[in-house]
């Protein structure tokens, strides 16, 4: 029986997974995030700690024969926050997450004293990222700079809990912008532009090799495991949701309808393009690497909107965005979805959210519309930076995250894309399946036993009736962000 732990940015869940890929359980525990300032996203660590508690808690009630049978762990998490530690190993401020916006002027800088950076880390300095965040830290908050000893990302922080050993993996350290991503180590010059070292940086390992064992007192209190339980180096949430589904081999991919959306492709060669926002990252297998793109709010916007507009929730929101008839869609508004600024393709923190041409014909549902349209065309632009060389065909593209719960979502997605995507079972829980699956692999496990593709839902094909149409609004979409882009400063 194998552990899978996924750190995400609004919850918590851990995954029980028996070696013949039956899922038997389940556990979810909230987070919340705060937003202090302007471009601000926040979370404190003990928040994480807490929400595993709860977790545990809940997989010790409803499987406890299943939790002792547990023989390693696996982790994945929201990728790029910033948990800083002093000497003693105690936290010194909130982490700053991933979606956090405030470091551009310190991406600017980055970029300037290190010309060649995207061609050692495979990305462009964004506010996402870790280092920028550091040098903010350095330049707005230089006492508690002083007092850093450790830089851990979100995941490995519980690792750190979990075990007493400060260790990262290569798919998470990746999204820092301190590693050369192809040579799989820490980069000395890119440390060095922000004021650290090595010895600020956890160990090494890849995702699938064993990285920790868990604290016998923590498998006693929680009931895991008879034995010495191993940690695996897990991967960040979009590395292990590939390894969740099984798409680990050169040209498969996902597209994920999380708190942010990702269309992750993966390659067996390093193939940075910065220059569009894409990114380049270590997969969590050896010898492997991914392209990816980001928007920083696709399922999140859908949340906002369903609140900002009053309907009972997302799915409703949904449904009547479903409503609308494929004719009356080219009247609807335009919906710029960068709600927290936007990373792939454009780079821009400072980004905002756009509803475009309401007039008094426009209801609940063609706004509906507008922000599942405009969130779907995101991803669209995102798709599109991505370079996959010849040879290397794009051979499976699945639909993942809680987004993916909704069918309709998914054929607008496939129509907009113009691409066939695939429905799994179980894709809701990529980035816990994932985990639980190197922990397998840590295990012993063999990447042809353990990375399977699970069982199809559905396909969904492109529909070319309405390409005309989506290719016209695309267009369009593509048009106002370029004529508002000086008005967001």
Not at 98 to 105: E, H, I, K, V
Not at 150 to 175: I, N, Q, T, Y
Not at 358 to 371: F, K, Q, R
Request: glycine residues 10%; contains cysteine; negative net charge.
């Amino acid at each position: 029986m194998y552990l899978g732990l996924d750190l995400g940015t609004s919850e918590l869940k851990a995954l029980l997974l028996a070696d013949d890929h039956r899922i038997v359980g389940v556990a979810r525990a909230p987070l919340t995030v705060e937003r202090p300032q302007p471009l601000w996203s926040e979370q404190a660590p003990s928040q994480w700690w807490h929400a595993l508690e709860e977790a545990m808690r809940a997989l010790g009630k409803s499987h406890p024969e299943e939790l002792a049978a547990v023989r390693a762990i696996g982790l994945s998490g929201q990728m790029h926050g910033a948990t800083l530690l002093d000497a003693a190993g105690e936290v010194l401020r909130p982490a700053i997450l991933w979606n956090d916006g405030r470091s551009g002027p310190q991406c600017e800088a980055l970029a300037r004293t290190v010309p060649r950076l995207g061609e050692i880390a495979g990305n462009l300095a964004m506010p996402g990222f870790t280092a920028p965040k550091l040098l903010w830290v350095r330049e707005h908050e230089p006492d508690i700079f002083e007092r850093v000893a450790r830089v851990l990302l979100p995941k490995d922080w519980l690792r750190f809990m979990l075990s007493g050993e400060a260790v990262s993996e290569l798919s998470d350290a990746a999204g820092t912008l301190w590693l050369d991503v192809g040579a799989r180590d820490w980069s000395d010059e890119l440390l060095a532009a922000t004021g650290l070292t090595r010895g600020h940086m956890p160990r090494l390992v890849e995702g699938s090799a064993v990285s920790a064992r868990l604290k016998p007192e923590l498998a006693a209190r929680w009931g895991v495991g008879s034995g010495t339980v191993l940690i695996a180096g897990g991967a960040g949430d979009n590395a292990a949701s590939a390894v969740g589904m099984g798409l680990v081999e050169p040209g498969q991919g996902f597209v994920s309808l999380g708190t942010s959306g990702v269309v992750f492709v993966s390659t067996d060669r390093f193939l940075p393009n910065p220059a569009q926002a894409m990114h380049a990252f270590c997969h969590a297998l050896p010898g492997r690497w991914h392209q990816m793109s980001v928007m920083l709010s696709a399922a999140s916007a859908v949340s906002w909107a369903a609140k900002a507009f009053k309907f009972a929730d997302e799915a409703a929101l949904l449904e009547a965005a479903a409503s609308v008839a494929p004719a009356q869609r080219e009247r609807c508004p335009l919906f710029l979805p960068y709600l927290s600024g936007e990373r792939s393709p454009h780079n821009n923190p400072n980004a905002q959210g756009v509803l475009f041409g309401l007039t008094h014909a426009h209801g609940p549902a063609e706004i509906a519309y507008a922000v599942v349209e405009g969130v779907s065309f995101g991803l669209r632009d995102g798709f599109d930076t991505l370079r996959l060389p010849a040879g290397m065909p794009l051979r499976e593209v699945a639909l993942v995250g809680g987004g993916a719960r909704s069918v309709w979502w998914g054929q607008l997605l496939a129509d907009i894309f113009e691409v066939p995507l695939t429905l799994y079972a179980g894709s809701e829980t990529g980035g816990a399946l994932g985990a639980a699956r190197l922990a397998w692999l840590a295990d012993g496990g063999t990447v042809a036993e353990v990375c399977t593709l699970p069982p199809v839902k559905q396909r969904l094909v492109p529909s070319q009736d309405g390409a005309t149409a989506h290719a016209a609004r695309h267009a369009r979409f593509k048009r106002l962000y370029t004529a508002l882009r000086d008005q967001f400063r």
